[in-house]
């Protein structure tokens, strides 16, 4: 059975950093093409960034997390990560780890207070 699990989320003063974790457990093919999402209260789930199979290469950011957030994996350990610095007011949202392959996690709870 797939599992992903998120960690690292909470609340952190604005221009602070969080670092995000997703483990996967199950098929090893569903740690190939990751993405990071979020939702704040009221919205849409919007993407973050991606990694593929490419590595850092295979990475896209988009809208404002470009020059802010980086999105790594580690293969041995099964883990996609999301490291956000700059940390804005209105980056508060659930963070969400998504398999392409393989499904979604439950989400992860960023604060950023101003």
């Known amino acids: 059975q797939v599992q992903l699990v998120e960690s690292g989320g909470g609340l952190v003063q604005a221009g602070g950093s969080l670092k995000l974790s997703c483990g996967v457990s199950g098929a090893t093919v569903c740690i190939s093409l990751m993405s990071w999402y979020r939702q704040a209260p009221g919205k849409e789930r919007e993407l973050v960034a991606s990694i593929t199979t490419g590595g850092t290469t295979g990475t896209t950011y988009v809208g404002d997390s470009v020059g802010r957030f980086t999105i790594s994996r580690d293969f041995a350990k099964r883990t996609v990560y999301l490291q956000m610095n700059s940390l804005r007011p209105e980056d508060t949202a659930v963070y969400y780890c998504?398999?392409?392959?393989?499904?979604w996690g439950q989400g992860t709870q960023v604060t950023v207070s101003s």
């Open positions: 998504k398999s392409q392959l393989c499904g």
